[in-house]
């Protein structure tokens, strides 16, 4: 069975923190994604990896960055945490070349106070 | 502008109400339409690709359809474990997903 697996299910942090959300797949994919997901807005990419070591900026990148450095691994960090950037944070993995469908992780709800 | 938008934003269904989810999109080099199921608090489930205009694709009482602009998921006698939220989303070199239609089926 796939999977992608996230490193918390919930996450509260106060205002200026450093925080890293971890993102693992065992599914050997090239391609990874961080959305963040807000009532009314839908998914929007913040980040997007195509490769170890390669990352591209979604729609939304202000405020974060990301790392990859094995291909199963990809983390979002979000270097001074604000109020704004209280959401749930979704992980994605598809493959390389064919079209397949992206597996999510379960999600982390992340509240900045 | 790359873009999928889902309809209605809600729906509220009585148990074996048959009725159908509509997902629209104009993508560029479509490369294939999916959909996802999201129960409260958790990540999208995959439930089908569509690759093709005139395809479907069925599982249990959830069949989808694909057309040259849209997207149905037709639902036949819903049960209460149907009520999710349910996403399309379209790839072309990145997926575009829509915001969602919340299905609520009362028993």
């Known amino acids: 069975d796939v999977k992608v697996t996230q490193s918390s299910r919930y996450l509260v942090k106060r205002t200026g923190e450093k925080v890293f959300l971890e993102c693992v797949q065992d599914?050997?994919?090239?391609?990874m994604f961080w959305y963040r997901q807000d009532p009314g807005l839908g998914l929007r990419l913040i980040y997007f990896?195509?490769?170890?070591?390669?990352?591209e900026k979604g729609d939304i990148p202000e405020g974060y960055s990301v790392s990859r450095e094995k291909k199963e691994r990809f983390s979002l960090i979000l270097e001074s945490a604000s109020t704004n950037q209280t959401s749930m944070y979704l992980c994605?993995?598809?493959?390389?070349?064919?079209?397949?469908?992206?597996?999510f992780g379960q999600g982390t709800r992340l509240t900045v106070v | 502008e790359d873009q999928v938008t889902q309809s209605p934003e809600a729906l509220r269904l009585q148990e074996g109400e048959s009725s159908s989810l509509n997902c629209s999109y104009t993508?560029?080099?479509?490369?294939?339409l999916f959909w996802y199921r999201q129960d409260p608090g958790k990540g999208p489930e995959f439930l089908f690709t569509?690759?093709?205009a005139g395809e479907e694709k069925e599982k249990e009482r959830l069949k989808a359809t694909l057309t040259k602009k849209e997207s149905f998921l037709h639902i036949t006698a819903p049960k209460p474990e149907d009520s999710a939220t349910y996403l399309c989303?379209?790839?072309?070199?990145?997926?575009?997903f829509g915001t969602g239609t919340s299905l609520t089926v009362i028993p």
């Open positions: 569509l690759y093709s």
């Open positions: 989303a379209a790839r072309s070199n990145q997926f575009y």
């Open positions: 993508v560029s080099g479509l490369r294939g």
């Open positions: 990896s195509y490769d170890v070591k390669m990352k």
């Open positions: 994605a993995s598809t493959s390389g070349g064919a079209p397949t469908e992206a597996f």
């Open positions: 599914m050997d994919h090239e391609n």
